[in-house]
């Protein structure tokens, strides 16, 4: 016995020392972050502990009043603690007698520290270990002065009444539960033949094993009750109801245990979930494990992988807090190789889980590399060599890649691909890691896509490109449209609505030269000397036609022209509609300065682009303009921070520094309020107010790592 004591001693002897190394990146990850501060809030298991089906990411709420702390998992239910010290219960936060304060916060994990009553500490860390297990560490100190009873009660809340209770286990003192799992989604549903469980299993336990054990319906007021009890009944009791079988609404567990002053003890709650056809011995083995293990050298991975990212000069708390939070949020979403893909692979979103957020990679989604490959630049190009992987014999990168392979979504007889951004993405990993192999891999497979693309979206060989026929997801500008859409509404089917295959398209044509710039500098890094020079002059002559096709000197802009006579018009239909696109002229390195002067102009009038919250889609001029983000996909008004940073990039490429520093703080600012407010990132954002309902928890709002490593990081003279 002794010399086992003597081995755990050493052990966490040896675990601290090897922390001290860790130091200075735990100061700087140190976050300190209360309610009301901008904290991402939702966590996934780290990616070599994921799987793409049956995978449980959470979102922490440790600000709302009427909750305790508590942890939830779309469609999958909540986990939360109730107290009872000595005989007074503390069932929300409102009661506690310190708020929660999180110390740190990573992509499967956040350590945090309250007080629930007087001289009660509480050090809470919350663990996503799996897609199927998770836990809840609580490292309680009686501070005070005199002894104190503690009560946990361990909670497992499903969302709806199909909770079963299968049995007690008396070995492992776990409930063991079964309930469905709807596929549904408001946005888009989950397609189960992928693999999805809707018929699923729940294990909850905890360490030490637990005093008693109940299931109930109710809520927690009702709860309240039952672990409060009447003081002066004779038929008052401290247990729960032992119930093993039959339908409920939420497990509870009992831990107990008296402190003295000084004295510390530790409780651990685990819920783990499966398919029912899955193996339940083998989960609770996993579990039985986590029981007792130690949490620190999962920290300690956390803080290895933060070590590389740039140390920024911060002029706010929130900034900083944004900037971690940005990281957290792509981490979260990567997934080992698995399926049709030898290299790891990203989800748009783990909590919520929908349908096509759940899908495989897209190309304009995996800007989000421009901010991860500061964090992984492995993982990064692991993302990017999905596509190269999967590369079509003939050159094309579909619209998604990823487990399941290529999806191409045919459309009149003719693939689909996505907005083309593969060779800059790429480039600007190579610049961060330096990684020649990849380099080399990259340009050879941007080399076949672009090919492909001229060959297959200039159909006209006039050096303008026009969207494919299923240009309506193509274009990634897929919902209100003011150019490429018909009608206000979308009444019409997708043939008769999206005109995109039908038009000489600013969009396509800024972003291959953008593409084909890329290529010139990758040819150049690796030595191609003539390649670089055909692709630079592949780049502007495409830029000569975009300035003489697609700019209007009487408005100052350059637009989409109809692809038979280049006209301003198609049909009836005047195409001079002022979007964002405009301005990515800057980012492509097309308008001239006397040009770039103009759209500075435009985008920094007030009326129009200069929005409170960012850029806007659409000119808050045009008869279509909105500024309400009341579902996804809209492109009539709604800030897509992506969008905006490459208006950003355009600014600072044409020294527009103040300009762009002006931006960078607008969108800042819209997701910092989002933050404040519901701890969520956000597919896009209103230019003009706060109110969203649209998808949460996008992958690219990530880009806002990039913006501040832009905006913030010292750059050595």
Sequence with gaps: MKNIKFLIIFSLLALMGHSQQFKPVEDYMRLDAGPGDPLYTTYAAAMSRSRLYGDKAYKMDYYSCCMPVNYSSDHAGKLYCLWKIDQVVIGKMSEYFSKPIVEFSFPDMVVMEYEPFRGIHVKETFFVYSSTIVLIDMEIRNTDRVPHEISVYPVFEADNDSLEVVRFDTVHKAYIGKRYESPYRLISSLKTEYGYPTRVRDLFV????????????????????????????????????????????FFALNLKKKLIPGQTTVFRVLRGCQGQDEDAAALMQ???????????????????????????????????????????????????????????????????????????????????????????????????????EQQREDGLIAYRHGPRGLQDYPHRGMSTTSAPFFSWINWEVYKVSKDRKFLEDAYASGCKYVDWLIRNRDTDHDSTFEWGPYGIIENVRDWYNAVFQVSAERYLDVDKEDISDELECLDLS????????????????????????????????????????????????????????YSWYFMTRDLRRQEIIGFLALWADVATKDRAERLVETLTDTNRFWRRYGVPTLSALDPWYSPYVDYCCKWNGPVWLLWDYMVYEGLRDYGYTEKAHELALKMLNAAIIQLKKNHNYWESYSPDNEVLNSPSNYIWDSILARLLIEEYRQVPK
Excluded at 306 to 321: A, E, T, V, W
Excluded at 348 to 371: C, D, I, Y
């Design 286 to 388: 996993e579990m039985d494990a986590m029981k007792t293990a130690i949490l620190r050298p999962f920290y300690d991975d956390n803080l290895i992988l933060y070590s590389g990212i740039p140390r920024l000069n911060f002029p706010s708390k929130d900034d900083k807090i944004v900037y971690i939070g940005a990281f957290n949020l792509v981490r979260g979403c990567m997934y080992p190789p698995s399926g049709k893909t030898s290299y790891n692979s990203y989800s748009f979103s783990r909590n919520p889980l929908w349908g096509w957020g759940h899908g495989h990679q897209v190309l304009h989604e995996s800007l989000s590399m421009l901010a991860y490959v500061y964090l992984d630049p492995l993982s990064a190009e692991g993302s990017q060599r999905v596509y190269m």
């Design 510 to 565: 800024l972003m291959m030269i953008k593409e084909e710039r890329s290529l010139q500098n990758m040819a150049g890094a690796l030595g191609k000397k003539t390649e670089a020079l055909h692709w630079k002059n592949q780049a502007d002559a495409v830029a000569l036609r975009v300035n003489e096709r697609m700019w209007d000197d009487s408005t100052g802009f350059y637009y989409s022209v109809n692809k038979k006579d």
């Design 206 to 249: 905890t360490y030490p094993a637990p005093y008693t054990f109940g299931a109930y319906y109710g809520d927690l007021s009702s709860f309240y009750n039952v672990i409060k009890t009447d003081f002066y009944t004779d038929k008052r009791t401290d247990s729960l109801n032992s119930r093993e079988s039959g339908f409920c609404r």
